[in-house]
């Protein structure tokens, strides 16, 4: 692996693809979501707060302008001129097939974008938008993300993330089909959970056979559901060694080809509650890093095929 790392990771994965360094650029699309405008719900997930889990987007909904913005940023600070527009917040692929093509076409015609990630829910497809992201995917290097967070049926109801794990099977089998890469999103310290519970979702995961994943920590914003429902209900927050360990741990269990998108959360400084140990990004990424080391543990170590 180029980077040295005990996993597989997506700057070496766009290094090996494109033969430099690739950034993201995250894009506020303006779409909202069947769990908060009253299709499914008008809570939204438990932990999402009011930006959609778009923090770092900057809302401007002028797709245009948001890329040639953030492209300015990530040049000074990554030194490249490759980039993948991200549509991040809320639920991006929530609209008609038409509006779908004119919010990714925006991005696409750039010699400076060279790829398209779309974040969404496995609810929000029809023939149509499957139809056209196969058609995007001849194009473009794409990859869609998906917001699983649990296996655990539970969990699920309790942070009211509105579809029954069925949906998600259905939505990776048809994406597969059509050869569109699939990201998983999980979230450890959801309320209630152990690491059984949380090493479970890792394994389901690890077998669906799809290209990449996301490990995100459970933290508390002061503008999501989850502060109210911490103060009423004050449930164990996972510590950084806690955390640390189980994620060194799933990293064991995943495919060797797998690629790990993210280990750990990132919230917004203004807005985070608890835990603090959450906003020292590198130092959760390099303790990682340290633990895999300290075990022996390398991806795939653990991976079979029968896992459960």
């Known amino acids: 692996m180029l980077s040295g790392k005990r996993y597989n990771t997506l700057n070496d994965e766009l290094f090996h693809e494109f033969g430099e360094k690739v950034s993201k650029i995250a894009i506020d699309g303006g779409f909202t979501c069947p769990n908060r405008d009253g299709t499914i719900s008008d809570l939204g997930c438990l932990f999402c707060n009011e930006k959609g889990s778009g923090d770092f987007t900057s809302s ?46 925006s991005c696409l015609g750039r010699e400076d974008v060279v790829g398209l990630a779309i974040a969404t829910r496995p609810d929000c497809f029809n023939k149509e938008i499957y139809d056209y992201l196969e058609e995007l995917n001849n194009r473009i290097f794409l990859w869609i993300e998906l917001g699983l967070q649990t296996v655990n049926e539970t969990t699920s109801r309790l942070i ?7 949906i998600y099977e259905n939505c990776i089998t048809e994406l597969k089909k059509r050869n569109i890469k699939v990201v998983t999103h999980l979230i450890f310290g959801l309320p209630y959970e152990d ?18 994943i996301k490990f995100h920590s459970l933290y508390i914003q002061t503008d999501s559901r989850l502060y109210d429902y911490y103060l009423k209900n004050k449930f164990n927050l996972l510590t950084k060694e806690e955390y640390v360990d189980t994620v060194a741990l799933a990293i064991s269990y995943l495919p060797k080809e797998m ?17 603090e140990w959450c906003l020292n990004k590198l130092s959760v990424i390099s303790s990682i890093d340290k633990r895999l080391k300290e075990l022996d543990l390398y991806q795939g170590l653990n991976y079979n095929s029968n896992m459960e």
Request: net charge positive; proline share 2%; no cysteine.
């Open 259 to 275: 690629v790990i998108h993210r280990l750990t959360g990132d919230p917004n400084k203004k807005l985070l509650y608890k835990p």
């Open 160 to 166: 009211n993330r509105g579809y029954n794990l069925d």
């Open 60 to 105: 401007l909904y002028d797709i245009d302008r948001e890329i040639n913005n953030q492209i300015e940023i990530n040049k000074r600070k990554w030194n490249t001129n490759k980039f993948i527009a991200y549509f991040q917040a809320f639920t991006n692929t929530y609209a008609d097939v038409e509006t779908l093509k004119k919010k990714y076409e």
């Open 195 to 212: 690491k059984t519970d949380m090493l479970k979702s890792v394994k389901y995961v690890a077998n669906t056979n799809t290209w990449g």
